[in-house]
């Protein structure tokens, strides 16, 4: 970050939080869109406000709990319920007071995610205290921007290495993470990689599309992977992506009564796989989870990609298995950072990787694309493995059929008032 846009965020973080906050005074600050685009950060309601149990995030925007957690998970190297209680376990208090606060809690389109996670635990309360703990050491010596994490020392495990140890030495840190990795480059700009790829998809052709559905499958791997003995690979399931330009696609998953992700524009919602469970009922996306969503097919939507991803610069040259790609990197909106991988033959992008901020620190989501095809004149992407770089999670999509040119259904782009029934059960 620039020394400039240091500063606009603090002024920022300033007017957006400007309550009397646990975390503010120690200089924590949510660097994301919300926060930066001060309008938006109103809309979002607090920790406090959505969960039933803060005590060091309050004030923060309630829409960074989830990338949160998760990066602490990641940065553990543990299951959540390393700290939680298993959803269902633990005594919900039983008293009436409980449910009237809950009641009032409820927020329309926020999850409160699993359940029991309010439920106080040890290793709940040393996280709060390592929490107190990264964000004083980052106001005392950082002027409050995230430079030391939970990842900084856990690397992925429960105890950091307090002395040398050989093998921890050195390695292939991933470039963009940590700032190094890969080749400096010069001679290329990032426009010209841009246009480069957008002629070697079809040129014209290629903006000319103006719907595309695509039907396939999509294998999950290393999901549920914190449930222990309960660990299972669920089978592929049937997707169906909807695309239309300028800026709408919906992604159908055929697991359970169907799994949406969709947006039009700037709104984005999703339901879970259960009809009749109330954490599965349509919501809108958060921030991040949009942001990342209008990245994932930089295929139909190229000619957006230089509108959709601002400060693009060329970050530097890496090897893919074996093939020289250059990395230009940017933000969006909502994300704090994206690269782009083309390779340096082709032209083609092969791999996108982005960075959701949560408060103590990024999460990486990675797109690898291949299998390219030809479908009228145009190159598609038939093969693509969508990525939690950092849990390990990952979705592995694999065309069978792709139409172009052809009327979509535009029901599924807009979020519906209940549960879009998609798959009644069976039972
Ligand atoms: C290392 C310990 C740790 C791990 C692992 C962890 N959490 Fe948390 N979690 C906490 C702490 C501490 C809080 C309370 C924060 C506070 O007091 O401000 C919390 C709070 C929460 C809350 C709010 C509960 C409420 O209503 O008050 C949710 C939801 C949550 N965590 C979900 C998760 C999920 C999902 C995961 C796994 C991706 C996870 N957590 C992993 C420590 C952890
Ligand atoms: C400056 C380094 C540092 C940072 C930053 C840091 N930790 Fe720690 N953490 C430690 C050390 C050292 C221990 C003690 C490990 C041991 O007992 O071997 C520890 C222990 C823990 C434990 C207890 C582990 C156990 O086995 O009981 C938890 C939970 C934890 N940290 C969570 C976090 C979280 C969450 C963050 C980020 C908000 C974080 N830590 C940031 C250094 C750090």
């Given at each position: 970050m620039k020394q400039k846009d240091i500063v606009k965020s603090k002024i920022l973080c300033l007017r957006s939080y400007?309550?009397?906050v646990a975390l503010a005074g120690l200089g924590?600050?949510?660097?994301t869109a919300a926060a930066q685009s001060a309008?938006?950060?109103?809309?979002v309601p607090k920790m406090e406000d959505v969960y039933k149990?803060?005590?060091?995030?309050?004030?923060?925007?309630?829409?960074q709990m989830l990338t949160t957690m998760r990066f602490i998970r990641a940065s553990l190297g543990?299951?959540?319920?390393?700290?939680?209680?298993?959803?269902?376990?633990?005594?919900?208090?039983?008293?009436a007071t409980a449910a009237k606060t809950q009641a009032a809690r409820?927020?329309?389109?926020?999850w409160a995610d699993e359940?029991?996670?309010e439920i106080d635990t040890p290793r709940k309360q040393i996280a709060r205290k390592m929490m107190l703990m990264t964000a004083a050491m980052n106001k005392e010596?950082?002027?409050?921007?995230?430079?030391?994490?939970?990842?900084?020392?856990h690397r992925g495990n429960l105890h950091p290495a307090a002395n040398y140890e050989a093998?921890?030495?050195?390695?292939?840190?991933m470039g963009a993470v940590g700032g190094g990795g890969g080749d400096a480059v010069s001679g290329v700009s990032a426009d010209a990689l841009l246009d480069k790829f957008i002629a070697a998809i079809g040129g014209s052709a290629a903006q000319n599309v103006s719907s595309r559905v695509l039907k396939g499958h999509v294998q999950y791997n290393g999901?549920?992977?914190?449930?222990g003995a309960t660990a299972r690979t669920p089978p592929p399931y049937e997707v169906e992506i909807s695309e239309k330009a300028p800026g709408m696609r919906a992604v159908v998953t055929h697991e359970g009564n169907g799994v949406v992700r969709s947006y039009s524009g700037d709104q984005g919602w999703q339901q879970g796989r259960?009809?009749?469970d109330p954490r599965h009922q349509p919501r809108d996306m958060r921030d991040s989870e949009l942001g990342n969503t209008k990245l994932e097919d930089p295929y139909f939507f190229a000619g957006q990609l230089k509108q959709l991803v601002?400060?693009?610069?060329?970050a530097r040259a890496e090897k893919i298995g074996g093939k020289e790609t250059y990395v230009i990197a940017g933000r969006t909106q909502a994300l704090p950072e994206v690269n782009l991988y083309f390779d340096?033959?082709?032209?083609?992008?092969v791999r996108m990787i982005s960075f959701t901020q949560g408060l103590f620190g990024r999460l990486p989501v990675q797109l690898d694309y291949s299998d390219f095809r030809d479908v009228d004149g145009v190159k598609v992407p038939f093969h693509w493995v969508n990525k939690d770089i950092a849990e390990g999670n990952s979705f592995t999509y694999q065309a069978d059929s792709v139409q172009q040119n052809v009327p979509v259904d535009?029901?599924?782009f807009v979020r519906p008032s209940?549960?879009?029934?998609l798959f009644p059960s069976k039972r």
């Open positions: 400007a309550l009397p924590i600050c949510a660097q309008p938006a950060a109103g809309n149990n803060i005590q060091v995030l309050n004030g923060m925007p309630a829409d543990v299951a959540c319920t390393w700290c939680h209680v298993e959803p269902g376990e633990g005594e919900a208090k039983p008293d409820v927020h329309p389109g926020w359940p029991g996670r010596n950082f002027g409050g921007r995230n430079v030391i994490t939970c990842f900084t020392c093998s921890l030495v050195g390695g292939t840190p999901l549920i992977a914190d449930r259960i009809s009749t601002t400060g693009l610069r060329v340096r033959e082709s032209g083609m992008l535009e029901v599924k209940a549960y879009m029934l």
